[in-house]
């Protein structure tokens, strides 16, 4: 069991020696379960010799035994041939192989005691360390778990500065001063580019249907005669300054042909 001892000694100076230097838990991780893992190795082989001296310590007892028991059977059988000197002599070598089977006997149970204790803590020890690997990714979630909060409380934080949202404003106030650019340049371009003929048009056509409406309105109250009253030069649409002008002349040259015609 001394080895055990020394080996938790070395397992947890490994440790401590691995967390002071790490700097990434999971690499730390695998590399105590690698560390441990050899260790076991160690350990299992350590175990191997010590069932090795237990059954080389059994076979030798067995062999005491097995010649102390054959003696024992040589001795009977002088006795039964009537030579007592030969079986005192006999027993005498079962005597002799009786006490060093005791002995390997003791050896042996004690290295049996201790292999069965060294094989219990060898099996403790490999499911610590299978625990250790199955806790090992439990503790890897909990590390990322808790970086990831980190970090968004790192984030949180930068936007708790209000230099930031600041500077958001001041962006977002100059692209709407930039789209009410824009939109006062494009009636500039609309009103200076041939639009203003299109607002002269749509101003003539108004004040017409305002005539109109002023017209029909004065028929319904009597003012003007309705359009069946009404003659039919009248019904005719006014003609413009310039065609009255035009059918002015016509009829000044029309009168001045007649009256060169009489004479």
Known sequence: MAFFSRLATVIKSNLNELISGAEDPEKMLDQIILDMREQLVEAKKQVAVAIADEKRLKKQYEAEAKKSEEWEQKAMLAVRAGD???????LGRQKEFG????????QWEKQLHSTTALKQALKALNNKIEEANRKKAVLIARKRRADAMRSIQDTMSGLNDQSAFEAFERMEGKIVQAEAEAEAAGELNEEFQGDILKEKFAELEQGAGADEQLEALKRKMGILPTEEEAPVAARVAPQSAEELEMAELDAALDELKAREAGE
Not at 99 to 106: E, F, R, V
Request: proline share 0%.
């Open 84 to 90: 007592d000197d030969l079986a005192k002599q006999a």
């Open 99 to 106: 006490g060093l089977t005791a002995q390997y006997k003791d």
